[in-house]
């Protein structure tokens, strides 16, 4: 099964359904003929119908009855009952992608049927940009080809990796996550330049553009991170008065401690 000519279904329409729907138009991965979206908010959904001209319906049943993928973008807490509603709805020819936190593939294979093709993803709200980093793993089920077109479908809204399901709770931690531990860093970083006398719009831009030129470093580089801060740190220069007041207040630990209790929630609420 290619993405190609396939028709798409999203359940749920909100921040990452919408970001989903507007990246898999933009990469032409389907056409809008080919996509069938449904959630209980109509006036979203009649506004998206207008923009993106896809199909539209409040009714789950005509986003799973005329799909051969769908992805679920519904919160966690409310997946269970949304299955349920639509279990009937599903066969063998079709492929589930949830993009739920903490939701294990197994717990959609119990609420639909034991063989159920199931494929899990975690990407982050970056997709609204094409700039998410996805992570996909596979359902017991679910074939080599099912994660293919997984990893088309979210390498059309960023990067997107293949992972083994127990690791999807660490990835929720770093990259599912990590988007609002980056936020508030560059409002703070924005700050200091306003406290330093620049204005609000050149500091956090000022910010934002260093935060990216320093992620596409290291992902083109492949340095280390550390050698990389090494090439800015003159000795007794600016910069390293900088880094040095970030060690004392605990920066390191405080990520690494954002990730974990990430993480850690993502396992609760997958039990
Ligand atoms: N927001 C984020 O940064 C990320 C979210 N996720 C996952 O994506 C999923 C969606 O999250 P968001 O888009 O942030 O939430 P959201 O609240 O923006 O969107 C959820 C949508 O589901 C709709 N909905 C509620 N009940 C429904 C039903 N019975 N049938 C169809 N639609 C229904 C809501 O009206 C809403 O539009 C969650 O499972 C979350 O864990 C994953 C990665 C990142
Ligand atoms: O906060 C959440 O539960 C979702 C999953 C990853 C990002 N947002």
Redesign the pocket.
């Known amino acids: 099964m290619h993405l190609e000519n396939k028709k798409v279904g999203i ?7 919408q970001s989903l729907l507007r990246g898999i138009i933009r990469a032409g991965k389907a056409k809008p003929a080919n996509i069938y979206a ?4 109509e006036p ?1 959904l009649q506004a998206l119908k207008s923009e993106l001209g896809i199909n539209v319906s409040t009714n ?1 049943f005509d986003t799973v009855d005329n799909s051969d993928l769908i992805i ?5 807490q ?2 269970r ?2 299955l349920r ?1 639509f279990a009937d709805h599903i066969n063998e020819h079709k492929l589930i992608i949830s ?5 294990p593939a197994s717990t959609i294979e119990e609420e639909l049927h034991e063989d159920t093709r199931v494929i899990r993803v ?4 970056a997709a609204t940009v094409g700039e998410a980093a996805s992570a996909v793993s596979t359902g017991k089920n679910a074939s080599a080809e099912d994660a293919e077109i997984a990893m088309e479908i979210f390498s059309s809204v960023g990067s997107a990796a293949l992972v083994p399901e127990h690791l999807m709770d660490a990835v ?1 931690g770093v990259s ?2 990590g ?2 531990y980056i936020f508030p860093v560059i409002e703070a970083m924005a700050d200091g330049g306003v406290l330093e006398g620049l204005d609000r719009e050149s500091a956090q831009k000022l910010a934002a553009q260093t935060v990216l030129g320093a992620a596409k470093m290291v992902l083109e580089t492949k340095k280390h991170p550390a050698e990389l801060k090494d090439m800015v740190t003159s000795p007794a220069g600016t910069t390293i008065h900088g880094v040095h007041a970030l060690e004392k207040n605990g920066v390191r630990a405080a990520f690494t401690d954002a990730v974990m209790a990430s993480a850690k929630r993502s396992r609760e609420m997958g039990k």
């Open positions: 359940i749920g329409t909100g921040k990452m359904g449904s959630d209980v908010y979203a789950n679920l973008a519904v919160k966690p409310i997946l009952n949304v509603g993009i739920a936190a903490g939701v975690m990407p982050n709200i929720t599912g996550s988007p609002a």
